[in-house]
């Protein structure tokens, strides 16, 4: 069963504290996505990658968000140091570069105190 | 203004309705049209997808693009609670890269 992991799942921490989410694209996919969710903004997009090289990542506040792919089965986005204006769902998709559809994760729900 | 505007409703219907959901976009660029579904705490997962202008008909979902207005729809016949969730108009210019999302509106279809 082909599917995007994502963790941690949830994850609580308190304001300046490092956060580190994970993603595990679906197996042969070169295309790999990072959206954050609120309720005020919708789905936006932080940054994406191609073949591991990032693409784009204008979306991504740089002063405390990174965005990596370490290896073609793992991507990490990272925010250091994170507030509260942080908390919202990031979800990671992964798909092709020649598909139209973009494989969604469950997400991780993160909340910053 | 963002490129894509989509009224959150909430959209309450009774079972067997015809709904109709739909989106603005600002860039004449987008080439394809998506619809994606959500379920509560859920990630989004796609329905149906279109290229250019048209119709397409999947079951009880038809998507309709009007590219010269700027507006894409996505009717829904014989509503059933099952569809009750949150729905996601996409866009984008080029295969394989980043789709830019609307807000998503939340359908409630009450037995």
């Known amino acids: 069963d082909a599917r995007v992991t994502q963790t941690p799942r949830h994850k609580v921490t308190e304001m300046g504290q490092e956060v580190t989410m994970r993603c595990q694209p679906i197996?042969?996919?070169?295309?790999v996505f990072w959206y954050r969710q609120t309720m005020m903004q919708g789905l936006e997009l932080l940054a994406y990658f191609r073949n591991r090289a990032p693409l784009d990542d204008s979306g991504m506040p740089k002063d405390r968000f990174s965005a990596e792919m370490p290896d073609a089965t793992l991507a990490t986005l990272k925010i250091q140091p994170s507030e509260p204006r942080d908390s919202a769902v990031y979800f990671c998709a992964s798909g092709l570069a020649s598909g139209i559809e973009a494989f969604f994760g469950q997400g991780t729900r993160l909340t910053v105190v | 203004q963002k490129e894509v505007e989509q009224d959150p409703g909430p959209l309450s219907v009774p079972e067997g309705a015809i709904v109709s959901l739909n989106c603005t976009y600002s860039?004449?660029?987008?080439?394809?049209f998506m619809w994606y579904r959500q379920y509560s705490r859920k990630g989004p997962e796609l329905l149906m997808y279109?290229?250019?202008?048209g119709n397409k008909e999947d079951g009880r979902f038809t998507a309709q693009v009007d590219k010269s207005s700027k507006y894409i729809s996505l009717f829904i016949r014989d509503s059933q609670p099952s569809d009750s969730a949150t729905y996601l108009c996409a866009m984008t210019n080029q295969a394989g890269t980043a789709l830019i999302f609307g807000k998503g509106t939340t359908l409630s279809v009450s037995s």
């Open positions: 197996l042969g996919h070169n295309t």
């Open positions: 860039n004449s660029a987008f080439q394809y």
């Open positions: 279109t290229y250019s202008s």
